[in-house]
């Protein structure tokens, strides 16, 4: 939440140290996670389509053949059945050197009818504290926001049980994004829901895991479980292997993206990696602009006999004030403070 400060999308009005104090804030962070975006879209989504296929093993015509039409499919799949994959494959693009993580939701929508393939940024996405990889985790559990009528369609369509739930508020991330993007909620809105959709192991009573003899083994199933998080009311349990499956292995719906590989479960990005060079260069640009405004309209001491009219007011660029003065030269009843001008040095070294 207080990295995507650093991007500089909103600017201050600052009172500290004077009032009109520079609020810019330095690029080096919006500029190098606009590069990576632009640089990994060209790579990652070219004009031809994003699969490309190789052949393994002995080539000949008949396998490169196949191969032709596996990529021709795929990509056609891809780029025109599949509405959402480009705009919300840019969208975690952007997110990605951010957060450093950021999760892709792979599956077939019975509803669509088609494979659907959506981005969940990384604080939609909960893990154990022990998880190292989304293999390996126990559980996953993903927060999804619905709003009132769609939930009602999923409700009529018997995808979720029909029970009365209650809303929730925004968490402290969406607030800031929220912010940045400039919106705000005006009147009266239409509740959102928070859904937690659990990807868990459970020994259900009734659907245990048994041996050849019938009897129950006590080893946990997969399941997809989706609760209400306001009232904690349970909408829906589904089986989460395939039924031909004997091993019952557990149907894998999310994919992790790295930015840079971390110390644990999830990946460093850039808010980690040079958040605190982007908010030195920020605080060196707007010490440049500050020396720069003061140099240009300095303040001073005044001798104690001199009045000027309307102290209160400051003086603002290009005005002359009134001033009374007992005796002798004006000059010597004012001291300018030695205000220096911006620093060279300091222009240099935010430069490197």
Do not use: W
Not at 310 to 318: F, L, T, V
Request: glycine fraction near 8%.
């Amino acid at each position: 939440t207080e990295g995507l400060d650093l991007l500089g999308f909103k600017y201050e009005n600052r009172t500290e140290p004077f009032q009109g104090a520079s609020g810019a804030t330095h690029p080096v962070l919006a500029e190098a996670v606009t590069q990576f975006q632009a640089g990994a879209y060209k790579e990652l989504l070219p004009s031809e389509g994003p699969v490309r296929t190789q052949i393994v093993g002995r080539p000949d015509q008949e396998k490169e053949a196949q191969a032709q039409r596996v990529k021709d499919y795929m990509n056609y799949e891809l780029m025109e059945k599949m509405e959402e994959y480009e705009p919300e494959f840019d969208q975690m693009l952007f997110h990605l050197p951010l957060a450093g993580s950021t999760f892709k939701k792979v599956y077939y929508d019975d509803l669509l009818e088609r494979a659907v393939s959506k981005f969940v940024p990384a604080d939609d996405l909960v893990v154990p504290y022990s998880a190292t990889s989304l293999n390996d985790a126990e559980s996953i559990i993903q927060t999804m926001k619905i709003s009132e009528n769609e939930l009602r369609k999923q409700q009529v369509s018997g995808f979720y049980s029909d029970i009365d739930l209650g809303a929730v508020q925004k968490d402290d991330v969406e607030k800031k994004e929220k912010e940045l993007d400039g919106t705000k909620k005006t009147g009266k809105q239409e509740p959102i829901y928070t859904l937690l959709e659990c990807h868990v192991n459970l020994d259900l009573e009734g659907f245990e895991d048994k041996d050849d003899e019938l009897n129950p083994t006590g080893i946990k199933l997969p399941y997809v479980v989706t609760v209400d998080e306001g009232s904690r009311k349970v909408l829906s349990i589904r089986r989460n292997y395939q039924p031909t499956d004997p091993k019952r292995n557990k149907i894998h719906y999310f994919v992790h993206f790295k930015f840079l590989p971390g110390l644990g479960f999830y990946g460093f990005g850039l808010i980690h990696m040079i958040g605190g060079l982007s908010r030195t260069a920020t605080a060196a640009l707007r010490q440049l602009l500050d020396a720069g405004t003061l140099s240009n309209l300095p303040a001073g001491f005044k001798q104690r006999g001199v009045r000027v009219r309307d102290e209160a007011a400051p003086i603002q660029p290009g005005e002359f004030k009134d001033v009374d003065a007992p005796g002798g030269s004006l000059r010597d009843a004012f001291f300018p403070l030695p205000y220096k001008e911006p620093s060279a040095t300091l222009l240099q070294l935010m430069g490197i």
